[in-house]
């Protein structure tokens, strides 16, 4: 036992109210800093201290105890703090999902970063272009969450397809509408390729459908990289890129959807599995940093014990954020401005006894209550229409509120008509006989695919129309709609267009023979087919401009060829 250490409990320190304010805090110190180390090795002993031969404990060591003035060693308080859970994993994508992710990572971003520099157009364009494929994403994403939707009422594609295109459709119109830019080709090139987003509506094999789409590209792009091959490599980066994208989709779709777009027949309701895909994206946006900490988590850790009796630091002022702007300020003006409706809340409702436009004695009498008048004398009473002008206005009046037209689509007698379509979320399909002819008028945005031998269509006053035809006896005929396209994969006699602006050609190796006629036409491009299945298609711009002169006492026109 005589070796053994035993330590006391806290010493009593006398404070001596004559000695140095300084000297009795140090004093105190040193007696919190000794009651301290007996809470430590008494801990430390319990714990399984070693014993010696003897059968008393060992003391423990001061070698760590640090100087007094610093903060204390605490390891209960540290085994009892709360420990911060981890993070929650990301929530799992299906496997096409992430593969869409990896193309949108990887070859969009990359186009994105070779369009910076080159212009503010090219930039604009190749941003609305990312923005429809994380549109398509979102759409692929929904298909494996919900059922197909009722294809009787296509209302539920038009939501799902509403955002696509939008985005696609702002690309469609920074082409057309700097068609003299010299940035036009550049332009063109995204404009072809931004329609191969349309394979989410194609079945069958759509990759092929893709493969037509790059060949419209490479057109515009391939003239892009001949000027600017020797002088400015950052277009041709450009193109390339794009190239590479719409490649990488290709193989994208011939991977997962070589058969078109699939739906989980068990899933919940479309337009339900939409708004989850919206409200809940599955990619971080923090740029890597922690996300912010929920309000369900554990609370922070209690703070340390306060042995000086020191005052805490006072409580932050309160945040001024979010408060209400003073009455001058410009924001408050807005803020009344944005309530919409509300805003006349507060404003008096005047009877109709009050109003002097309706009252001509009111305004005679002069009784007009003070809340009522006005600055300026009232003016005379003005007489009422005739009941023949007040029919008329009443009908033109509701002729200017009847409601837009539903799309029809309807077979009377040998003649389909096909009419005021908007925009359909997917392709009309008509199944035609030969004595059967189709007349489309007043669509918009409109896919139309024919099966089987049709004698001939008429198409007039839609814009951005798309028709695929397999064959026809006689031909097709298109009026005043500007951006139409028309593939044929048959044969067909005879194309006539008639003031379009604007128009893709598609012919196959059957339908060579075709013959075009256009009248008061222009941008009205023909693609062939490749000679050779590894060649790409060839697309050939008609002539716009024709020169004519008096050759022998007659009129002779001529093509005006260009050359370079």
Same mark, same amino acid.
């Not at 399984?48 to 001061?62: I, K």
């Not at 491009?525 to 490749?530: G, R, T």
């Given at each position: ?209 893709? !493969? ?168 005379? !009473? ?170 022998? !006492? ?11």
């Amino acid at each position: 036992m005589s070796g053994t250490k035993r330590y006391s409990t806290a010493p009593v320190v006398t404070v001596n109210t004559a000695d140095n304010p300084l000297t009795t805090l140090i004093r105190r110190l040193e007696a919190a800093t000794s009651r301290l180390e007996d809470i430590a090795a008494s801990s430390a002993g319990f714990e399984g201290q070693p014993q010696q031969a003897n059968g008393e404990r060992e003391a423990p060591s001061t070698a760590g105890i640090q100087q007094f003035g610093s903060t204390p060693n605490l390891p209960a308080a540290a085994k009892d703090a709360p420990q911060t859970p981890a993070a929650p994993a990301a929530p799992s994508v299906p496997p096409t999902v992430a593969a869409m992710d990896e193309l949108i990572d990887s070859d969009v971003a990359a186009f994105v970063a070779a369009s910076k520099g080159i212009d503010p157009l090219v930039e604009e364009q190749a941003t609305s272009v990312a923005k429809a494929f994380a549109d398509q994403r979102r759409f692929l994403l929904v298909t494996t969450k919900a059922k197909k939707p009722d294809m009787q009422s296509p209302q539920t594609f038009n939501d799902l397809l509403k955002d696509l295109q939008q985005d696609m459709g702002s690309v469609g119109d920074i082409r057309d509408s700097h068609r003299s830019s010299t940035m036009k080709e550049h332009l063109a090139m995204v404009g072809e390729g931004i329609g191969a987003l349309q394979w989410l509506l194609m079945d069958g094999k759509p990759a092929d459908f893709v !493969g037509e789409v790059i060949g419209g590209a490479q057109m515009y792009g391939n003239r892009v990289l001949k000027a600017y091959k020797e002088t400015d490599p950052a277009h041709v980066k450009y193109v390339q890129s794009y190239y590479a994208l719409l490649k990488a989709l290709q193989a994208y779709i011939k991977k997962h959807y070589p058969s078109g777009v699939t739906w989980n027949n068990n899933g919940i309701d479309a337009a339900q599995a939409y708004r989850d895909a919206g409200s809940s994206p599955s990619a971080p946006t923090t740029n890597g940093a922690p996300p912010p900490p929920s309000s369900g988590g554990p609370p922070p850790p209690p703070p340390l014990p306060n042995f000086d009796n020191v005052p805490a630091p006072p409580p932050p002022p309160p945040s001024t954020k979010g408060a209400a702007p003073p009455g001058g300020d410009i924001s408050a003006v807005f803020e009344q401005l944005n309530r919409g409706e509300s805003v006349t809340s507060g404003l008096k409702k005047v009877d109709k006894s009050q109003m002097t436009h309706k009252n001509p004695a009111l305004r005679a009498a002069g009784s007009v209550p003070e809340e009522t008048q006005r600055s300026k004398s009232p003016g005379p !009473g003005v007489k009422p229409k005739p009941q023949s002008m007040r029919q008329n206005s009443t009908t033109s009046t509701a002729s200017s509120q009847k409601k837009p037209s539903e799309g029809r689509k309807e077979l009377d007698g040998n003649k389909w008509l096909i009419e005021n379509w908007d925009a359909p979320s997917q392709p009309i399909t008509v199944e035609v006989s030969l004595t059967q002819s189709l007349l489309i008028t007043k669509c918009k945005n409109t896919t139309i695919i024919l099966k089987g031998k049709a004698n001939a269509i008429s198409i007039d006053n839609s814009p951005r129309t798309q028709i695929v035809v397999e064959t026809l006896v006689s031909s097709v005929d298109v009026i005043k709609s500007p951006n139409f396209a028309i593939q044929v994969t048959g044969a067909l006699p005879t194309i006539m267009l008639d003031q379009v602006d604007g128009a893709s050609i598609y012919l196959g190796k059957e339908s060579l023979a075709t013959e075009v006629f256009t009248s008061k036409c222009s941008s009205v491009n023909i693609v062939l087919p490749p000679e050779k299945e590894e060649d790409d298609s060839v697309e050939c711009p008609l002539p716009e401009q024709i020169r004519t002169f008096v050759k022998g !006492g007659k009129l002779v026109s001529e093509i005006v060829e260009h050359a370079g």
